[in-house]
């Protein structure tokens, strides 16, 4: 047996409560891995450019990889893949927690949700088993309290996966959550529209099978090996979660400070902080499956106007996106905020920039108070930035605009409104400014989902991380241009690796590198790849991405940033002046990538990697 696989995808038709297994052959998982590789793959051959992504026929895609299950450090995640609403092209999200380790257990490689239910429902997966359950009475819940019913339902120890009230309002940045409380997210690309327009409510994995392993002993020693080292890079991340790099960020110029606007929140940062948070409502660390690093922040405020807080607390782009972005520097209204984003089902990224575009149009007067029902919009007032996420989650008022996101927003209100929408292929901005890394710049424009400042992870290798074994034994200059095509390329290969074999980037700071990987997915499935062979894998996973979105009309025209921040020079904060130069960054990865000059993969290219070409 192909050690790292139980071997079998489950697919549910949902119209007719059908259920299929099929197998993964080994050449399949080769090629794909699990996870993004093979969701893509799926999600490339059964649906269409004129697939309606809130329609039955898109596919709603739960994917684990290899390493999923296993004892490898922070391996305990899954992916999910669709054709997402928000950006009409191929969507993507990567989380943790302990649900897709629990489906993997359950029995399942992956999950394929296809058709839509006639009323709302849920799914119980237990032990190879699969339920179809009533989920009227769940409809209208928020995402936690789904989770505590589902429990007492089922089986207290199984793991929920749920959408909150945005999703079955299919609000198109709505995401899924799990994990209860502790709030993991599928976040990105409007993924819990899909599962509300699908009318399912969650889905329940509880397993008991022990992942195959092909060398047991030889993992574990490997694992003994990196264990101390993994802890100690990533200290900070534990003691001060991810917003512990907060101030440094500000500093770096790094932070989206009012609606791209300004380089300057010295004093917000400090205000907000992973060092403020662990000094007042830290009450917890919470680790997602196989994790050894603990970078979840558990917070608790039980009185004043921001009661009641009790479950995940605000993480780096929560207080980037819904605190520096809004000016707000209440650390306390931030995680109220988080909260209200994690019941409601929200993705906290593009919320905090959707309101921030809301706070610009109403002071440019291209919103007005009857716009907003009465609700007076300004910069750094906690409340009403609170009132939005409500609205928003509620789609009530003027939520139901903001909720479609910033570019159809920015459409529907006109005028100049679009020159503020910070967009890219229709995904919001997160909280890394790409005048600070001109690769983040680069890689924002390329990324498959948009927006994206994971699916490269440049700027980590342009401020601490190093990759030898891809040519970058030192860091980089962030605000250089040689070289940045065929750097920020690598890395987009190497991200879909760590998303298809399913590792958490993290990883990155505790000194993992290409070889280890390749260690670890030898030892659990018994292959014998090599370094260069696997670094194939991710650039054929990154390049049937892009085939997708050329099928869906992607193009050059497509791989560009919001005008604020290829022209805007901020003036102050540590990336001043500064503007990425994308235009000769684009044709030089272009070239690398073997991609003609209007973006598209060429065919000896695509057929080097085994691909055919789009259609």
Not at 67 to 94: F, N
Not at 224 to 247: A, N, Q, W, Y
Not at 493 to 500: A, P, R
Not at 545 to 574: A, E, F, Q, W
Request: with cysteine.
């Amino acid at each position: 047996m192909l050690g790292g696989y139980v071997g079998k995808i489950l697919y549910v038709d949902l119209t007719s409560r059908d259920l299929r297994e099929e197998r993964i052959s080994e050449d399949v998982a080769r090629k794909y891995l699990g996870g993004s590789g093979l969701g893509a793959r799926i999600l490339y051959d059964l649906t269409r450019a004129q697939t309606n992504a809130l329609g039955p026929e898109n596919l709603l895609i739960f994917m684990n990889g290899p390493l999923t299950g296993t004892k490898i450090p922070l391996s305990g995640r899954h992916q999910v893949v669709a054709k997402s609403p928000l950006t009409s092209i191929y969507g993507e999200s990567d989380v943790g927690g302990t649900w897709g380790s629990q489906l993997k257990k359950a029995g399942y490689d992956g999950l394929v949700l296809e058709g839509r239910a006639e009323k709302p429902t849920y799914l119980w997966i237990c032990d190879g088993t699969v339920e179809f359950r009533d989920a009227t009475h769940l409809w209208g819940m928020d995402t936690y309290e789904v989770d505590e019913t589902l429990k007492k339902e089922t089986d207290l120890k199984a793991v929920t996966n749920s959408i909150g009230p945005a999703g079955e309002r299919l609000t198109r940045i709505a995401g899924i959550m799990t994990d209860g409380r502790d709030g993991r997210a599928s976040a990105r690309c409007g993924l819990g529209a899909v599962m509300g327009s699908k009318n399912v409510k969650s889905i329940v994995a509880k397993g008991s099978k022990e992942v195959p392993l092909a060398n047991p002993e030889g993992l574990m020693h490997s694992i003994r090996e990196c264990s101390k080292m993994i802890v100690d890079g990533t200290k900070s991340l534990h003691l001060f979660g991810t917003s512990g790099g907060t101030v440094a960020i500000e500093q770096l110029g790094d932070m989206p400070v009012k609606n791209w606007l300004e380089g300057r929140f010295e004093e917000g940062a400090k205000r907000i902080s992973g060092t403020r948070m662990a000094e007042s409502i830290l009450v917890g660390r919470y680790y997602c499956g196989a994790c050894i690093v603990g970078c979840g922040r558990r917070v608790k405020i039980e009185h004043g106007p921001y009661a009641l807080v009790d479950g995940a607390g605000p993480e780096y782009e929560t207080m980037a996106c819904i605190g520096a972005t809004n000016l707000v520097d209440d650390l306390k209204a931030i995680a109220k905020a988080h909260e209200l984003c994690n019941r409601y089902g929200l993705d906290v990224i593009s919320t905090g920039q959707v309101i921030g575009f809301a706070f610009e149009a109403y002071e440019r007067g291209l919103i007005t108070a009857e716009d907003t029902g009465g609700l007076t919009l300004r910069w750094g007032d906690p409340a009403s930035m609170i009132e939005l996420v409500r609205r928003i989650g509620e789609r009530e008022g003027i939520g139901w605009l903001l909720g479609e996101g910033v570019k159809r927003a920015a459409d529907r209100i006109g005028g100049i409104a679009p020159e503020f929408a910070l967009h890219v292929k229709g995904l919001e901005l997160p909280g890394h400014d790409p005048r600070a890394y001109n690769s983040v710049g680069l890689a924002y424009a390329t990324s498959n989902r948009g927006a994206c400042h994971l699916q490269a992870a440049s700027h980590l290798f342009e401020r601490t991380v190093t990759m030898p074994d891809l040519g970058y034994p030192q860091t980089l200059d962030r605000f250089g241009v040689d070289g940045k095509g065929e750097f920020v390329a690598k890395m987009q290969d190497l991200m879909c690796i760590f998303d298809s074999a399913k590792l958490c980037k993290f990883l990155l700071f505790g000194e993992v590198k290409v070889w280890r990987i390749v260690e670890w997915l030898n030892l659990v499935t018994g292959w014998n790849l090599t370094a260069q062979e696997l670094m194939k894998v991710g650039e054929r996973i990154y390049n049937l991405k892009r085939m997708y979105n050329v099928r869906c009309g992607v193009s050059r025209k497509d791989d560009t940033l919001p005008p604020r921040v290829l022209t805007h020079k901020r003036g102050c904060g540590g990336a001043a002046s500064n503007l990425p130069p994308l235009s000769t960054m684009l044709s030089d990865y272009y070239a690398y990538r073997g991609w003609d000059e209007m973006g598209i993969p060429t065919e000896a290219r695509l057929t080097q990697l085994g691909l055919t070409p789009s259609h």
